[in-house]
């Protein structure tokens, strides 16, 4: 494998572009293809065994394009289906967890609340990691449902999207939770809206950074980190509508590119 070669990241969707977002931020000389699978989301609704299948789909197709790492920037994908994506592909894959550690070693009030997918919080890793965790935490979860179709649709300021959220708050509130750990990478989208719902004091976490950091360490080690000055652009697939996909990374504004695969 050649240091040059690409970091191929993938999602159900939209939302594994906050973490693109973040790990462009930290090696700008990498050259990252991004697959939206928008077309099959939400996975959080679907059977692990599905997951399995289109998490399988989508690694391949990266693999394929000589991608030297992968990237699964999906809670779904990563708690339901990396340990066979692991024994099924020789490459580097890492994933992205809900930040539970962090929120239960800082809560102050020892209640904390996570948003995720029914997909998340259902899978037997999310649950081996929250009990390892979270010993004398209460953890509220709920789970998001209608709030990645409403990101896939570009409707984060909707009045009916905001309403949902208002509601998917109501059991956190009335725990006085004083961190929300925002375990799907669509959510960040919403960060501002939630603000907005939020006291001041409850800290809002994402895994963002710190799959960042982790594709550095891993890069590092395999001696795979590209120092050579980077001249391709960002490609992003989507297999449904490039105009959400668009307006998030601001494509234009950056000069990414977005095209259409039907994959
Ligand atoms: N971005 C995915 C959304 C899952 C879905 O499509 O339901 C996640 O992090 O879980």
Redesign the pocket.
Known sequence: MNKTNPIGIF???V??TSIFKEVHRLLPLEHIIYLADSKN?????RSAAEIMELSHKNTSKLVKAGCKLIIV?????TTNAITYLRKTFDVPIIG?EPAIKPAALNSKNKVIGIL??K??LSSELFTKTSDLFTKNIEVIEVVGKGL?EAIEAGKENDPVTLKLLEKLLQPMLAKEIDYLVL????YPYLIPQLKKLLPKKVNIIDSGRGVARQTKIVLKSLDLLNEEPQFKKPQFYTNKDIKVLAHLIEAGKNNFNVSYLDF
């Open positions: 999602d159900s969707g939302g594994g989301a939400p996975y959080g609704e920037a999906c809670n779904t994908a992205i995720a997918t997909g998340t990645v375990g799907c990478s669509h």
